[in-house]
């Protein structure tokens, strides 16, 4: 008589959007293959998770060892061990067939102690450098699956390493394959400037100079759709207005697929999600690297993009408003280099990254061999 198949996967990610969108990504394509999904993370992550039906959360105590100098390293320690302590408990009461760490400290008890209880573990690195959670515990692992052909920092390790992409979320995966409609000569040129939570004040300050040194009738062809932190939209609107341009300001977009599927062109951060997303839509970028990320994750995830062809990486300190001018200037004379950034963008996006990633788990929590 077979033993019955274990149907439980258990999914641990930080609470961020650059760990917990694949991750609901993968659940949810685990729950329709009749998978038991269970996700540990932190607050934010599980009420995140909780608009998914069908995956169960649970908070797990987490924190970061970079903040609060060495009175925060010690509460750091404490924390992480009453989460050590609380995820061991959730496994013996789960017992999952496998693990699934996407990385961000909530994520390190669970792949640590699923590790220690010698439960298969599968790793998810959204970026193009090894994030410092999953470095931890990549020797335990029975598999890394990574977004890009190449990830630095992956140690000597007998997992094998597959690459899956980075699961996006499904209004996004919607937009593959649309063709991309290069803006007509004296058309509009739609641009689109997505900086997120973090560092988008240096697109309030670049990107308003940069426009401004346009020629008048370059300025009037623009159509700029951009985030912008509160205390930036007033200023930035008045430039904007003073060079006649027509613009869309506001803190926050909810309309995402709609915005990337109108832009001729995007500028933007690196995160892993930003990449993944604009690859997928097949949206031209201009990157620009947060340069206070860790490990510099996001300059790497930018260097494969134009390695590719299907970006361009601009780093911080070059990112001036004379050279984003020139650039500007230079795609409204001649968009044929963004026709072709496109083409490259829809070649190397992994629109199925929740089903390989999914296939992988399966074949982990089943014990079926490599393929």
């Not at 689109?192 to 100079?209: C, D, I, K, R, W």
């Not at 601009?314 to 026709?339: G, N």
Request: hydrophobic share 45%; with cysteine; charged share 20%.
């Amino acid at each position: 008589m077979s033993r019955p198949v274990n149907r439980t996967i258990v999914l641990t990610a930080g609470g961020t959007g650059g760990h917990l969108f694949p991750a609901v990504a993968l659940g949810a394509a685990l729950l329709q293959r009749g998978y038991a999904v269970r996700l540990y993370t932190d607050r934010r992550g599980a009420d995140y998770a909780r608009r998914t039906p069908g995956i169960e959360a649970h908070v797990v105590p987490a924190a970061s060892p970079f903040r609060g100098g060495a009175v925060g390293k010690i509460a750091f320690l404490f924390v992480m061990a009453r989460g050590a302590l609380a995820v061991s408990r959730l496994l013996r009461r789960h017992n999952p067939a496998a693990v699934v760490g996407f990385g961000g400290y909530a994520a390190f008890p669970a792949t640590f102690m699923a590790a220690r209880q010698r439960r298969p573990v599968v790793l998810h690195e959204q970026n193009g450098y090894l994030g410092l959670a999953n470095r931890k515990v990549a020797k335990a692992a029975s598999a890394i699956a990574v977004s890009f052909p190449a990830v630095e920092a992956i140690p000597q390790t007998r997992a094998r390493t597959v690459e899956t992409g980075n699961p996006v979320r499904p209004e996004i995966n919607a937009l593959y394959g649309r063709p991309y409609a290069a803006p007509a000569p004296d058309g509009p040129f739609r641009l689109f400037v997505m900086g997120g939570s973090q560092g988008a004040t240096v697109f309030s300050e670049v990107l308003p100079g940069a426009i401004a040194a346009l020629e008048p009738a370059e300025r009037a062809r623009l159509r700029v759709t951009q985030q912008c932190r509160p205390e930036d939209i007033e200023p930035v609107r008045v430039v904007y207005r003073d060079a006649g341009v027509a613009a869309d300001l506001a803190s926050f977009f909810e309309n995402i697929p709609e915005h990337l599927s109108a832009a001729h062109l995007m500028i933007c951060r690196a995160g892993a999600s930003t990449c993944a997303e604009a690859l997928v839509a097949g949206v031209p970028a201009i990157y620009v690297p947060y340069p206070a990320a860790a490990d510099d994750h996001q300059t790497h995830n930018a260097r494969h993009i134009d390695r590719a062809g299907a970006g361009w990486l601009m780093p911080q300190t070059a990112f001036t408003p004379a050279a984003l001018a020139e650039r500007i200037s230079r795609f409204l004379k001649d968009p044929e280099p963004l026709a072709a950034a496109a083409r490259a963008a829809t070649a190397i996006a992994r629109p199925d990254a929740a089903e390989r990633l999914a296939d992988l788990v399966a074949g982990v929590a089943e014990g079926r061999p490599a393929a």
